[in-house]
């Protein structure tokens, strides 16, 4: 992997501002709101609260994971639904749980290279409006009817092909891997297995998430990135759904695991399906400050890796973080933040137990020491996806921004992201403050 | 023609009913062969039972599993399990530390035992511990691999005696085994020669040497060791040559090493060039049709080798029969059977090493046959050459070894091929009969130990004969 500290750009991208929509319980609230609407309602916010003349705008970046098949472009259709200049043009990237992150790192990368000085980037995922794919088999079967002008012969040919029925009916769509069959939660299983992550510690940081992201939520600490959305006739939803103050390890140790029958994953230490969307606005250092705004933090390197997906699916971030960390120049010690998505507390353990691990760093990193311990003093300060939930492509963009503001809350000068994602994908970024 | 008990046994009902009605046919296991080219973790999630021994060498087995992606459950005494460290920790693959009576008659995919500690005659004990409770819960078509030091490099009388006898307990088990379509491996690693036993345990462990069966196999350090490659696609950037591809074991050969990343120079004879160079577009390798006979076979094959800037891999594979007794053989018979089977073999072998034409690392197969060790009613010819072979690779182990460039003998015994189908129809099945598996070989199989002996992680492996045979009753 190539790391060079030598020829840092020379144009800076920075953070200036990030927005988000509460987070709630897919099929919940949000239910007629889909990927592109949710997405209109955090860039707005973005947009209202930074005072921004539209003008400015040069793009927007949007990561998604379930795209709408009839619109997929939702960066595009964001733009349009905001009625932002139509010389504001439009990009979606999609890199599962990491496209959040991805659309921020890509907003980034344009700016650096000049491509453009004003970018509003994010993501957003409505798995309440996931679109459910009729069989290739019942596609291929209607395309005389649906396409040109059928005979009576056709239709019957049509009738013959759909036999058996069962083979035609709809799928029950599940989070599973392509290549392996599994879904995600058996293969976070696999891994609270194979690398000793007992129960209780993975409850331990469920309690954990929910008890310090409720504290975060009681102490108005999200307010200025977390924007109320009006979901109908004096309805509006103010704040995350899903985070339970009243929680404990106690009453998460009753629940019953739903992966394995002795598994140790449960609905209480595994992240939620959730709808939401994130907006984060990212513009060139001089620019930002031409337009009197005080940037929040710079994006300081960044990394993604894979890892075999039949193997430990979610351990990217095990490799992605110290990558990133030496791309930045910097050791884990060097950081005060440590944010890693929780998409299961069996995956944050086993991604802090390998940093934390000489055999890894030698085995998987050639390097003599570990890359270091993380306490939980630094992790995940405000809680994570299990508490907050999981729009997929939002994550990216809510850890950006809750990390870009906890620079300066905390007077830190770097923060440290990990995302773990499907297909064996892991993604990091080191923010610094600017 | 198909092997018709074969075919039989793999209908469970039928196989119930022979079985039953304690009808003397002999019902051999379908063999589970490996699905395409190799991968990084060739034994994901495979219960493994190690037997852990208080040596330098348990840690680099251990590592070799875990990094193959076994789930292994350790034994052993306290030492020798402390011995392990952190192996496997970085790949979320630390050995589950237990003991025998624990374990009790748990179910595994594989059992590896490692003897690198005998020093006594009455440490082959633990033998017995091991295996007793164990063996019937090892899987259909299972693998077991004892890991062993050299009796020949033995401080002692005892140690030494405690060490050859487990050449005679896994030639033993193998056959106790076989009846299920298990096979069981001896690798003696020399002193010095612990970081390269990963690949061959890899192999042994696996199905791909599914017809390899009570074989002793030895890894030494004595050729220089080979730069890491990955596991998959280890062969990538690699030039090979596979004589006689048109059919058979070198066609099988030729295809293995093409799944293996390598550019393969298919040679044949030029009657066989048509199929030759389908071969080759099929592999996206290149043909070469020429007769080893001719005067200026050695030059094709050279200037062949020159313009691919010299060649990582060659298999001696082409070989022919021409079978009589002695006291009728014609000249031109014995003539033609040493001249292709080893003259050839031998010059070109020469020829590639002069002219500085075998790359560092390089590696050179040579096809013995079970006929050069046990020797064959009217194959004096055949059997002299295959056994002359052996004495070739022994001789130019050390020579080559300098610079990396291993040597060694691959020995099929019966496999099905078109030289066994020509057999007649008595002689045929018996012969598919007298080994551990009941069965014949495939070409695959052969092919299978060929590539192995190809691959970069191979370096511990020269001057070696390595017999796919299943464990052939004939020979030692």
Redesign the interface.
């Known amino acids: 992997m190539p790391v060079s500290t030598s020829d840092r750009p020379s144009r800076r991208a920075v953070i200036v501002a990030g927005a988000r929509t509460p987070f709630v319980k897919a099929f919940g609230d949000f239910l007629a709101l889909d990927s592109i609407a949710l997405g209109g309602h955090a860039a707005r916010a973005l947009l209202e609260r930074t005072q921004l003349a539209r003008t400015e705008i040069d793009a927007v970046v949007w990561g998604g994971v379930i795209l709408p098949t009839m619109a997929p472009n939702l960066a595009r259709e964001i733009a349009l639904d905001l009625k932002l200049p139509e010389t504001v043009e439009g990009m979606t990237c999609t890199r599962a749980c990491a496209s959040g992150l991805q659309a921020i790192t890509l907003a980034a990368a344009a700016i650096e290279r000049g491509e453009a000085d004003v970018i509003v980037a994010g993501g957003s995922d409505s798995t309440s409006n996931a679109q459910i794919a009729l069989p290739q088999k019942l596609v291929h079967a209607l395309a005389p009817v649906a396409f040109g002008k059928a005979t009576p012969a056709d239709m019957l040919g049509v009738l013959a092909q759909l036999m058996p029925l069962n083979e035609v009916l709809p799928k029950m769509p599940r989070i599973a891997e392509r290549t392996t069959g599994e879904v995600m939660g058996e293969s976070a299983e696999r891994m609270a297995a194979r690398n000793s992550i007992a129960r209780e510690d993975q409850d331990a940081l469920a309690a954990r998430s929910h008890h310090r992201a409720a504290a975060a939520i009681a102490s108005g600490r999200f307010d200025r990135e977390v924007a109320a959305v009006e979901t109908g006739k004096d309805r509006r939803v103010y704040a995350d759904g899903l985070v339970r103050a009243d929680t404990s390890v106690e009453k998460l140790a009753k629940l019953k695991p739903v992966f394995a029958r002795n598994g140790t994953l449960t609905a209480g230490n595994s992240s939620p399906l959730t709808d939401g969307a994130a907006a984060v606005l990212i513009m060139e250092e001089s620019k930002a400050r031409a337009l009197g705004y005080t940037p929040l933090a710079a994006i300081r390197s960044w990394a993604y890796v894979g890892v075999d997906p039949a193997d430990q699916l979610l351990i990217g971030p095990a490799l992605s973080i110290p990558l990133a960390l030496e791309r930045a120049g910097l050791a884990l010690g060097d950081v005060g933040l440590v944010d890693i998505h929780e998409a299961f507390a069996a995956q944050v353990l086993s991604v802090t137990k390998m940093l934390a691990s000489a055999a890894f760093a030698r085995d998987r990193l050639g390097r003599a020491e570990a890359v270091g311990e993380v306490d939980e003093a630094r992790l995940n300060v405000h809680g994570g996806s299990i508490a907050l939930g999981h729009p997929f492509g939002a994550t990216g963009a809510r850890m950006v921004t809750t990390m870009a503001h906890e620079l300066h809350e905390r007077d830190q000068q770097f923060a440290v992201l990990g995302i773990c994602a499907a297909g064996g994908l892991g993604a990091s970024a080191v923010l610094e403050r600017v | 023609m198909a092997d018709f008990l074969l075919e039989l046994s793999k209908n469970p009902q039928a196989r119930k009913l022979v079985q039953t009605l304690g009808l003397p046919l002999p019902m051999p296991e379908p063999l589970q062969r490996p699905r395409g080219p190799r991968g990084?973790?060739p034994l994901?999630d495979r219960a493994v039972t190690l037997r852990t021994a208080e040596s330098t060498l348990t840690p680099h087995v251990a590592d070799a599993l875990a990094r193959a992606?076994a789930s292994v459950t350790a034994v052993g005494t306290a030492a020798a399990l402390d011995g392990l460290g952190?192996?496997?920790?970085?790949?979320?693959?630390?050995p589950i530390r237990t003991d025998l009576e624990a374990l009790g008659g748990s179910k595994a995919r594989v059992l590896v035992f490692d003897a690198s500690d005998f020093a006594a005659i009455d440490d082959l004990d633990r033998l017995w511990e091991f295996f007793n409770p164990l063996l019937g819960g090892l899987a259909r078509c299972g693998r077991i691999v004892v890991v062993g030091r050299p009796a020949d490099q033995a401080p002692t009388a005892a140690a030494a005696a405690a060490r050859n006898a487990l050449d005679g307990f896994v030639r033993s088990l193998a056959k106790e085994v076989g009846k299920r379509g298990a096979g069981a491996n001896l690798l003696i690693v020399e002193d010095g020669a612990e970081d390269r036993v990963a690949g061959p345990l890899r192999f042994l462990a696996s199905e791909r040497a599914a017809y390899v069966s009570g074989q002793p196999l030895r890894v030494s350090a004595r050729a220089k060791a080979a730069p890491a490659a990955p596991e998959t696609r280890p062969l990538d950037g690699k030039t090979a040559v596979v004589t006689g591809a048109a059919r058979g074991i070198g066609r099988a050969t030729a295809r293995a090493l093409a799944d293996e990343g390598a550019h393969v120079i298919c040679l044949d004879r030029p009657e066989d060039a048509s199929a030759v160079a389908q071969l080759a577009r099929e592999l996206r390798g290149s043909p070469l049709a020429v007769d080893l006979l001719a005067p200026d076979a050695i030059d094709a094959i050279t200037a062949a080798a020159r313009e691919r800037g010299g060649i990582d891999v060659i298999v001696h594979n082409a070989g022919i029969t021409r079978d009589k007794t002695l006291l009728r053989m014609k000249r031109e018979a014995w003539d033609l059977c040493l001249d292709v089977n080893l003259t050839a073999v031998a010059a070109i072998t020469a020829a590639l090493s002069d002219a500085k034409l075998l790359r560092a690392n390089a590696r050179v197969v040579c096809l013995s046959s079970i006929g050069g060790i046990a020797g064959n009613m009217g194959q004096t010819n055949y059997a002299a050459a295959k056994a002359g072979i052996i004495g070739l690779v022994r001789s130019l182990a050390p020579q080559l070894a300098k610079r990396g460039v291993t040597i060694n003998a691959v020995a099929p015994g019966f496999i099905e091929t078109r030289m066994t189908a020509a057999m007649p129809a008595g002689v045929r099945e018996v012969a598919r009969r007298l080994n551990n598996l009941g069965q014949g070989g495939l070409p695959v199989d052969v092919a299978e130990a060929v590539a192995f002996l190809a691959l970069p992680s191979s370096d511990g492996v020269t001057g070696q004969v390595l017999r796919v045979c299943g464990g052939a009753l004939v020979g030692a």
């Open positions: 990084d973790r994901a992606g952190d192996v496997g920790e970085a790949f979320g693959r630390r």
